[in-house]
């Protein structure tokens, strides 16, 4: 059974820092794109962001570009979101992704039907 498992969320200032990290489970991820999708209360599922299967390839969401930074360790199939002066928008659930039909990019790498698989989710709140 394939699992991804989000962890490090929790509640910052703004202005703060936080690192998600996501761990997969029955099956490796090592050739395949992932990455980060976030939800806030009342708001649409948006693209956060993605990273190829070696690393080397990354996009950002508009709102995210410059603060966030996606990263992943192959050997230990897990993928990580750094997230730098975090403000109150920032809240939401956030969660991790997993592409298996390709190791390349979709060319809709921005929504979330070009995942395969999601995790549960971890929440990040981010006070004033």
């Known amino acids: 059974q394939v699992q991804l498992v989000e962890s490090g969320g929790g509640l910052v200032q703004a202005g703060g820092s936080l690192r998600l990290s996501c761990a997969a489970s029955g099956r490796t991820f090592s050739r395949y794109p992932m990455g980060w999708f976030r939800q806030a209360p009342g708001k649409e599922r948006a693209f956060v962001a993605a990273?190829?299967?070696?690393?080397?390839?990354?996009y950002y969401g508009d709102s995210v570009r410059g603060r966030f930074t996606i990263s992943r360790d192959n050997a230990k199939n897990t993928v990580y979101l750094q997230m730098n002066s975090l403000t109150v928008d920032d809240t939401a659930v956030y969660y991790c992704v997993a592409d298996d039909s390709s190791q390349y990019f979709s060319l809709n790498y921005y929504l979330g039907a070009a995942y395969d698989y999601w995790g549960q989710g971890t929440q990040v709140t981010v006070s004033s």
């Open positions: 990273i190829n299967w070696s690393g080397d390839r990354t």
